[in-house]
């Protein structure tokens, strides 16, 4: 099973450690992609004025921290990308508190998308750093176009022959889009919250709080040693979690979609 998941905008700043080697990271065919999207976020960065990094980064006058960091990133401090991505998701998943069989299937079965980076495993050393998706970097152009381009033979390999379970957020979902047979291996995932209001059930999509959610869920993937072949087998997987779980139709040849349906958030 591969597990697709998102960064998180707040990175905890490695303060020991050597310096990222992008040829060091895993798959390499990915490599001059990466040089080059990191060659000219340090150049932004390292110019005197930093309105015009403030405005591509999306960054207001007070994060001019970020922008210094991104003109430092080939010589920062660097640890595994487990310790580095933090916010809700990742509090959640909690990667650096699992027992060690359970970081090893992390290792193995997690790949992280990344504005920078492209994708990366969780023992996969990198600085902290600000780039997001989003950004339209000059001299490369937006960034989830520009991985789109790279990432498809990539993320097909590394999806073999199982069950891919997609939890990235929609602007890195849009750097790779699987198709015929892997599009029906795929399963993504809507929190939805259910509670009862003047005596009625109602739902409503979680948006924040949805990533808290699927941290946990990885997280008890990864605890339970779950190795489904199959999306029907990952369902059941969840299911045996004790999460509620409602499939929607989708067309032929498009990803399972599922609710996942959760009552605290």
């Known amino acids: 099973m591969l597990i697709l998941l998102p960064p998180s905008e707040g990175k905890t700043a490695p303060r020991s450690g050597r310096p990222v080697d992008p040829d060091a990271l895993s798959q390499p065919a990915l490599a001059p992609g990466r040089e080059r999207v990191l060659d000219a976020l340090v150049t932004l960065c390292s110019v005197p004025d930093r ?19 991104n003109a430092r990133l080939r010589t920062a401090p660097a640890q ?11 509090d959640a998943l909690g990667l650096v508190t699992l027992p060690g069989p359970a970081r090893a299937r992390a290792r193995r079965s997690v790949l992280v998308l990344s504005g920078l980076w492209g994708v990366l495993r969780t023992d996969d ?43 990235r957020s929609s602007g890195y979902a849009a750097t790779w889009r699987p198709t015929g047979r892997l599009a029906e291996r795929t399963v993504t995932v809507r929190v939805l919250h259910e509670q009862v209001v003047g005596g009625e ?18 997280r008890d993937l990864l605890l339970a040693g779950a190795a489904p072949r199959s999306t029907g087998r990952l369902v059941e997987a969840l299911c045996d979690l ?22 605290e958030l």
């Open 51 to 69: 309105d015009r990094a403030r405005e591509v980064l999306g960054l207001s006058p007070g994060q001019d921290e970020e922008v210094d960091r």
């Open 80 to 90: 595994p990308a487990a310790k580095v991505y933090t916010g809700v998701l990742y």
């Open 201 to 218: 059930v109602r739902r409503s999509v979680v948006s924040h709080f949805n990533k808290a959610s699927k941290g946990r869920l990885v």
């Open 242 to 263: 004790k999460y509620t779980v409602e499939e929607r139709s989708v067309a032929v040849g498009r990803p399972r979609q599922l609710d996942l349906v959760v009552t």
């Open 125 to 167: 050393r990198i600085p902290a750093y600000r780039c997001a998706i989003g950004v339209n970097l000059p001299g490369v152009g937006g960034l989830a176009a520009y991985w789109r381009g790279l990432l498809d033979p990539v993320l097909t390999e590394a999806a073999g022959g199982g069950p891919v379970l997609d939890l």
